[in-house]
């Protein structure tokens, strides 16, 4: 462990964020991301076995794009960090598979996590808010839910947000129970103080709630949006993301390009958002990248990057995770479109089809 | 008419002499089963001539007529990948029925198919087309996946019994006094066969360290694996793989380096987990997970989460895997994990509804 390493590098990592926040040019990605992978390559024995059998030599590196990727299953099997245990600030985990696998992701500096996720969402969801507003979660409380880095994020933004302190009536859902109740109570009162509402919430959440209400609406203030998150995870029935979308905006009386949806993992330290709540120009199922972090769509089998508009798998360069993996290596199917920014979320590879009677490894992890 | 247990050991004895005739034309199909299979011809020959029971006594005969039940027809609806289970598929429904139309497996027809012409049994007759919605009695005897399987069941017409033999996996529990070598020669062949395609397939093995938690003898039990199924890939080259396989294959392999060791070998890996992790499947084609365990109980632990995966169950010790495998698991030795006695259904979970 090299705390002044990490701590300079983390220095550096929050920089980025520091100048997204002041408007000004990023500095260099490519410089930063081969030093975290040097850095990491010299503290993760993993890592360093890791580029060896890739045949990368972390000291001549220079591009992003050549820093090998670690698969986020590492993350349920080891520790995949650069520091003591002793010095763990926080650890998130991954909601857990059948076979009982939950994937780690420690932090010894959860600052810079923090930091952003704070502005990237701030961009994206709160930019226009001129004051503090009501935030409700529909998704569990930290206290419910300590381990879950969506839960720390949300924390985070009710008290970055949030005309309150987060309580009680900031978390409606309890045991995967949504409590309609309260969320109507908040509603009533911002309604009545003519304030928008910052709703975060899961998916299986929103499905719940469409469940409730059914064919009634429940209307939201003027300016009010929702940030959609996670997927279903056999918490509630499937809903295609489309029909889910039209259903909360007829229900919550909203324009649909309020619903914005946001794409984060445990594994990483940065979010992706979907632009269309300011840009209007914007699609949904489209992304948009902090100037920390790169999503690459790559061939599954070389790892290589795919020509733009192929489809790939995602491996997400990202800053903010100095002292785990700069580089993580998703299972999930991502393109960039040429002329436009950001990169489209096609779902998760399925990966290796089942054929006849040998189990596929989705069928054993519980995701099929 | 009723049709006496003897008389059905007999008529199932008969398919088991036809598999006999279709072995001695193999140099016929090989081709064609290499095509559809995606086996190679070694493999194709391995399978034929090795994990084809062919040689079954009274004693399992009355087993699997027992098991069979009665029926007063029965589909059989087949899947491709260990494509001699054919045989097991249609004894079982002899037994059950005199009334037997099978459905071959679009991915591979040729075993089934020349099975039954062998047979040359009234009893029994091919329907390629078969529609399962139109069955209108007896029993659908499907072998497949388990999605494939959901599929029919949602089809079938009330009155019709669906059973079904679903995916799954095997797993190796090598003990303390196992014998490395040994027991890495017996595995490798249990992986080998189908190219490891089949729910009997050992994925997962087990390596009983001693009473701390470290992993030497796993070490060594990899070590001495890779160089049998290296040796194996010669003899019996592995078929092709498709692509989303070799995808499947690198990110376990990138997993397991990270995580603590991967051999990999020229068409076969192997990943050591670190001591107590938890388990993380790895793929098919000829690919191992070996991970250490202290005792019987630690192992039982690591396995419970996957138990109603499991279908069968090897090791050097069979008294000790008895202790650990499943209830509906075959226990066999090492290198018997592909070639269950013809007494019944390979897979024991029981699939019916």
């Not at chain 1, 980025?16 to 991301?33: K, N, S, T």
């Not at chain 1, 946001?262 to 902090?290: C, I, K, N, V, W």
């Not at chain 2, 992993?215 to 040796?231: M, V, W, Y």
Request: a negative charge; aromatic letters at 6%; one cysteine or more.
């Amino acid at each position: 462990m090299d705390l002044d390493r990490s701590s300079s590098l983390h220095a550096r990592a929050r920089a980025f964020v520091d100048a997204f926040e002041r408007g000004e040019a990023a500095p260099d990605f490519d410089e930063l991301a081969c030093e975290l992978a040097r850095y990491q390559a010299d503290h993760a024995p993993g890592f360093a076995r890791l580029c060896r059998a890739r045949g990368v030599e972390p000291s001549a590196l220079s591009r992003a794009e050549d820093v090998p990727a670690v698969p986020t299953d590492a993350f349920k099997l080891t520790r995949v960090a650069t520091f003591d245990e002793a010095v763990t600030q926080v650890t998130f985990r991954t909601s857990g598979t059948t076979v009982g696998a939950r994937g780690a992701h420690a932090m010894r500096d959860a600052s810079t996590y923090e930091a952003a996720a704070l502005a990237f969402g701030r961009h994206w969801l709160a930019r226009d808010f001129d004051r503090p507003v009501p935030v409700v979660v529909l998704g569990p409380s930290p206290a419910a839910a300590p381990d879950s880095s969506l839960g720390h994020m949300c924390a985070s933004f009710v008290r970055a947000f949030g005309e309150a302190a987060p309580s009680e009536e900031t978390w409606l859902v309890a045991g995967d129970v949504l409590d309609l109740g309260t969320f109507d109570a908040r509603v009533a009162t911002a309604l009545a103080k003519g304030q928008p509402m910052l709703v975060l919430a899961t998916s299986f959440a929103l499905v719940h709630l469409l469940d409730a209400v059914g064919d009634a609406t429940f209307e939201l203030p003027a300016g009010s949006r929702v940030m959609q998150t996670g997927g279903f995870k056999g918490k509630s029935r499937e809903v295609a993301a489309d029909e889910l979308r039209t259903e909360l905006a007829r229900i919550f009386a909203i324009d649909e390009r309020s619903i914005v949806a946001e794409y984060g993992m445990t594994e990483l330290s940065s979010q992706f958002y979907e632009r269309t709540l300011f840009d209007p120009a914007a699609r949904h199922g489209t992304y948009a990248e902090p100037p920390w972090a790169r999503v690459v769509p790559v061939d599954p089998e070389s790892l290589a990057p795919v020509p733009e508009g192929e489809v790939g798998i995602a491996k997400i360069v990202d800053l903010m995770n100095v002292d785990s993996a700069v580089a993580i290596l998703t299972q999930d199917r991502v393109r960039r479109l040429p002329g436009t920014e950001g990169f489209e979320l096609l779902g998760r590879a399925p990966g290796a089809p089942p054929r006849g009677c040998s189990i596929a490894i989705d069928e054993l992890l519980g995701r099929a | 008419m009723e049709r006496s247990v003897e008389t059905r050991i007999a008529e199932v004895r008969a398919v088991a002499l036809a598999a006999r005739a279709v072995v001695d034309r193999r140099d016929e199909l090989t081709a064609a089963i290499v095509e559809s299979t995606g086996l190679s011809a070694a493999g194709v020959e391995l399978a034929l001539t090795r994990h084809l029971e062919l040689d079954a006594s009274d004693a399992e005969l009355r087993r699997l007529v027992a098991q069979a039940g009665d029926a007063s027809r029965v589909a059989v609806i087949l899947s491709a990948n260990v494509f001699v289970g054919a045989l097991r598929a249609v004894a079982i429904a002899r037994a059950a029925s005199a009334d037997v139309v099978v459905r071959p497996s679009r991915r591979d027809p040729t075993f089934a198919r020349a099975l039954v012409e062998a047979a040359s049994d009234p009893a029994i007759r091919l329907d390629e087309g078969l529609d399962v919605a139109r069955v209108e009695e007896g029993e659908i005897h499907v072998y497949g996946h388990d999605a494939t399987i959901a599929d029919i069941r949602a089809r079938l017409r009330p009155n019709v019994r669906l059973v079904g033999h679903g995916s799954g996996m095997g797993v190796a529990w090598i003990t303390r006094g196992a014998d490395l070598a040994v027991s890495a020669r017996g595995l490798a062949e249990d992986v080998v066969a189908f190219d490891q395609r089949g729910c009997l397939s050992p994925r997962i093995a087990l390596v009983e360290e001693g009473t701390t938690r470290t992993s030497s003898r796993a070490d060594a039990f990899a070590e001495a694996l890779h160089g049998e199924l290296e040796r194996f890939g010669i003899e019996i080259p592995r078929g092709p793989l498709p692509a989303e396989e070799r995808a499947a294959s690198d990110r376990y392999v990138a997993t397991m380096t990270y995580a603590c060791r991967a051999l990999v070998g020229t068409q076969h890996a192997i990943g050591i987990a670190p001591p107590g992790a938890p388990m993380v499947p790895c793929p098919a084609y000829r690919h191992v997970h070996v991970a250490a365990c202290t005792t019987e109980d630690d192992a039982l632990a690591l396995l419970e989460p996957l138990a109603r995966s499991i279908v069968a169950f090897g090791s050097d010790d069979e008294a000790s895997a008895r202790r650990l495998a499943p209830k509906w698991a075959r226990v066999s030795a090492l290198g018997r994990m592909q070639r269950p006695r013809l007494d019944g259904p390979v897979d024991l979970r029981g699939g019916a509804a």
